[in-house]
């Protein structure tokens, strides 16, 4: 059992690139997360989706697309990267059982990207 | 706004009881405590949450004061792998969005 699995591991890209992390997850959860965290701060929510079907924006969306693939799968994209999105990215999951949500969160390993 | 408040850091003797206080005045009646950790460079990881009454598991214990308004987490002999940054979040379950909010949390240092 993977867990929550997100690729890449490590991306350097330089300003105005796009790139697209990939985050999927075994669990057959039905909600999931993308968060950012700079050094020396907690974790900042950027978009998730509770369910499959629907995405919605967390403290930090600016500068960021998501896309719920299926079930499984939720990606993130950075259309034109700056400085300021360089960070580490952390892709979560967990349960939802009506509308009550369950927040025992498993996260990923994360992708640490740089942006020059 | 912050919901919670926690100290920056802490240090505790390995085999001895950490107790990590975390302060939330304004948390409001359908609302769960829930603490995570964070060991250096991994994904967070749960540890435990509850309402109102103390909760125990593998990991550790929840002592939740009886007005709420502040919880510490207990584990109960640290070794040296606990050390980690420990958040301590609340969260209303009944809300459709679901989101957690982690704060810069408290960095908690175990000694040989």
């Known amino acids: 059992n993977a867990g929550v699995t997100q690729t890449p591991k490590f991306q350097v890209l330089k300003t105005g690139q796009s790139m697209t992390l990939q985050c999927a997850q075994d669990?057959?959860?039905?909600?999931m997360y993308w968060y950012r965290q700079d050094p020396g701060m907690g974790l900042r929510l950027i978009y998730y989706s509770a369910s499959e079907g629907t995405t919605d924006k967390g403290e930090v969306p600016n500068g960021y697309n998501v896309s719920r693939l299926n079930k499984r799968e939720f990606s993130l994209r950075l259309e034109s990267a700056a400085p300021s999105q360089t960070s580490v990215y952390f892709c979560?999951?967990?349960?939802?059982?009506?509308?009550?949500?369950?927040?025992?969160?498993?996260f990923g390993s994360g992708t640490q990207l740089s942006v020059l | 706004d912050a919901k919670t408040t926690q100290p920056t850091s802490m240090d505790c003797a390995e085999g001895r009881a950490a107790n990590l206080p975390c302060n939330h005045s304004?948390?409001?009646?359908?609302?769960?405590v829930y603490w995570y950790r964070q060991i250096h460079s991994q994904g967070p990881q749960y540890i435990i949450h509850?309402?109102?009454n103390n909760e125990t598991n593998e990991m550790a214990s929840l002592i939740i004061t009886e007005d709420r308004k502040s919880s510490t987490l207990i584990l109960p002999h640290a070794t040296l792998r606990d050390t980690a940054v420990y958040y301590c979040i609340v969260s209303d379950r009944g809300s459709t969005l679901g989101r957690l909010y982690f704060g810069r949390g408290t960095q908690l240092t175990v000694w040989p």
């Open positions: 304004t948390i409001s009646g359908n609302e769960y």
């Open positions: 979560a999951s967990s349960v939802r059982q009506g509308l009550m949500v369950n927040e025992k969160l498993f």
């Open positions: 509850g309402l109102k």
């Open positions: 669990m057959n959860h039905n909600s």
